[in-house]
């Protein structure tokens, strides 16, 4: 399965942006699709996580700022990203783990000024 983010852009501090993340095929066989960002000079964190059962969860960063969610139908899930932050800033992957290994999609850059 491949992926491909969408979506980012330049938004203001405490604006809102919503990201997406296409699949090639269907991702009804991927229990868990991820979101990790990548800001400059830092090392890439888990943003969120959302299960095929809707269960998701969040890094404390972005705990109740940003929602994911999944359409299975569609193949893509997406990212609501409100009341952003400069330290938003960052290239944002979707991913997902089959073993042995993690995949990634090409990210997306979204630029947050103050």
């Known amino acids: 399965v491949q992926l491909q983010a969408s979506g980012g852009g330049l938004v203001q501090a405490g604006g809102s942006l919503s990201i997406s993340c296409a699949a090639s095929t269907s991702i009804v066989s991927i229990n868990v699709m991820d979101w990790y960002r990548q800001a400059p000079g830092k090392q890439r964190e888990l943003v969120a996580s959302?299960?095929?059962?809707?269960?998701?969860n969040y890094a404390d960063s972005v705990k109740g700022r940003f929602t994911v969610s999944r359409d299975n139908a569609k193949n893509t899930v997406y990212l609501q990203m409100n009341s952003l932050k400069p330290e938003d800033t960052a290239v944002y992957y979707c991913s997902y783990y089959r073993y042995p290994r993690r995949y990634w999609g090409q990210g997306t850059l979204v630029t947050v000024s103050s």
């Open positions: 959302i299960t095929n059962g809707g269960l998701a």
